[in-house]
């Protein structure tokens, strides 16, 4: 049985694919404005790499803010039911997941089976987002990834008041005029989101061990910043920005059997 997982993201759209339980490929490219368009030529671009055709697919679900332009999905699931699911896949014993990704960050509270008890979303500021980090890095002369690594040289602890993406800009060309260290600023900035998503983690619960998924999770300073805030070390998949593709597959595998 094939099946496919499609995360539609606001920045990424990813695609992952089953047989019978096992990852055959995942891919991702940028969803621009035609979504719809992106997801098609994905798909068929992925399944030509496989020799396969839509005619081998036993169902296809997707995920994601984009989900709805996915039209010919058999299945259309929240990020937080695939998100929940696919971590259960890979660490059973999770009960809090972690989702940050480039416009909004959820925490997840799961029961068995991945099944969602609770979940509550960072939507409406970018201050617990990627999109926070890159507008920093951007004030800062940086790339993201350098953003990241440059924040675990600093072991200062450089308060960051404003919440606000717009603002804390500011903030961060008034440190430069402060002589302030840049990685004492990146240090900051991390610091500054992972106390944002701990403390919206918080609400749903904050039950260890802790999962940490999406494409924050590949951002050095950030995962350094979360595990000081929550005095544990978080467990990362090797591919972090895919899990609520994997889940969108595994609940199509679910459902067609």
């Known amino acids: 049985m094939v099946t496919i997982g499609i995360d ?6 990813k695609i992952l694919i089953l047989k019978d339980g096992e990852i055959l490929i995942s891919k991702y490219r940028e969803s621009g404005f035609d979504q719809a368009g992106v997801t098609t030529a994905l798909l068929d671009e992925t399944l030509a790499e496989l020799k396969l055709t839509r005619d081998d697919i036993t169902s296809i679900c997707s995920t994601g803010a984009g989900r709805k332009a996915v039209t010919f999905a058999n299945e259309v699931v929240t990020e937080v039911s695939a ?6 896949e890979m660490y059973p014993e999770v009960r809090t997941v972690i989702d940050v990704g480039a ?4 925490a997840i509270r799961c029961g068995e089976r991945g099944k969602v008890e609770d979940f509550a979303i960072n939507e409406k500021c970018a201050a617990g987002s990627g999109a926070f980090t890159e507008a920093m890095a951007r004030a800062l002369e940086l790339t993201v990834e350098e953003l990241g690594k440059i924040s675990l040289d600093s072991s200062a602890s450089v308060p960051m008041n404003a919440q606000c993406a717009v603002f804390a800009e500011s903030e961060v060309i008034s440190l430069l005029h402060a002589n302030t260290a840049k990685q004492d600023i990146a240090k900051a900035i991390h610091d500054a989101i992972a106390s944002r998503i701990v403390s919206m983690t918080r609400r749903v619960g904050l039950n260890k061990p802790i999962a940490l998924v999406g ?3 590949r951002n050095v300073g950030f995962v350094h910043s979360l595990n000081a805030a929550i005095e544990d070390e978080v467990l990362i998949p090797d591919s972090p920005e895919m899990t609520a593709a994997y889940g969108a597959a595994l609940i199509a595998a679910e459902r067609a059997a």
């Open 83 to 88: 998100t929940s699911r696919a971590t259960f």
């Open 215 to 217: 494409g924050m999770a």
């Open 8 to 13: 539609v993201g606001a920045k990424n759209a």
């Open 103 to 106: 416009e909004e960050g959820r």
